[in-house]
């Protein structure tokens, strides 16, 4: 049928290969070529460019610098997380691909998104890698914590629906899509970090009391050459040998 029509529309064979020819160039010069995708080399920065243009539009800031706004409709439309890097660059190549704009608009955008991410890996590298994601409840407890600082109100549901191993992945996207200033994200970390560390020491010292006490100098030596031979601490040291010490008393009653 399609062929039919074309018959029709053209009147010679040299007209329809103008077309054919004319098509192809059309085509060709708005595809992104490949090597600008080079950049992507992982889960990570295939996920955050993923994540910025599945929530954020662009639009140009300058001749040839394109920024990101949530107030602007997303390039990519689909409600499907990339688990792989494979994934999310299917979902950039056809985002580009289909994108109904010219060449160097698209040029330009991806060479925006690739600053951005070198620059913020720059200021910022690897801001949750001292979260393990095999801890299940340092993965929430991070999770909830950026996700009530920064806000990301304008991220749809869908995007907050992660495994628990996308955890670190999806937190670098959030931050790193956050437009606040360098300082602002590196005192958030920081914050977040001690915030961790005093919950964690809480917990570790709930059943725990304090004694405060002096001991002559060489007992001390002696109680630190002990904590160090065993490879305990003072207060774990000071523990073995005052349990050791009662239950000695205690058979020793029995007897």
Known sequence: MILRELNNEFKSTQEYNQ???GMKNELYSSIVPEKEF???????????AWNVLSTMGPYEAG?????????????????????RREDALSAIYSCF?????????????????KKHWFRLNRELPEPFRWIDVKNHKQCAWAFKYVMEHIKPDYMPSFMTEIRQQQVVTFL?????SWPAHPDTRRLMIQRMKKTYNQNIFRENI?????????????IKEKLDMLAKNNGR???EELEVIIMN???????????
């Open 63 to 83: 001749a040839f610098e394109v920024n990101f706004s949530s107030e602007l409709k997303p390039l990519i439309k689909n409600d499907l997380i990339p688990e």
């Open 206 to 218: 709930a059943d725990k009391k304090v004694i405060n006490t002096y001991v002559q100098k060489n």
């Open 245 to 255: 010490a009662w239950h000695d008393a205690r058979y020793a009653e029995d007897k």
């Open 38 to 48: 080079e950049w992507i080399k992982d889960y990570a920065s295939a996920y955050f």
């Open 97 to 113: 691909d289909n994108w109904d704009t010219g060449l160097l608009i698209k040029s330009n955008t991806l060479c925006s998104l």
């Open 233 to 235: 601490k003072i207060n």
């Open 19 to 21: 077309f054919v020819r």
């Open 172 to 176: 670098t996207a959030v931050l790193y």
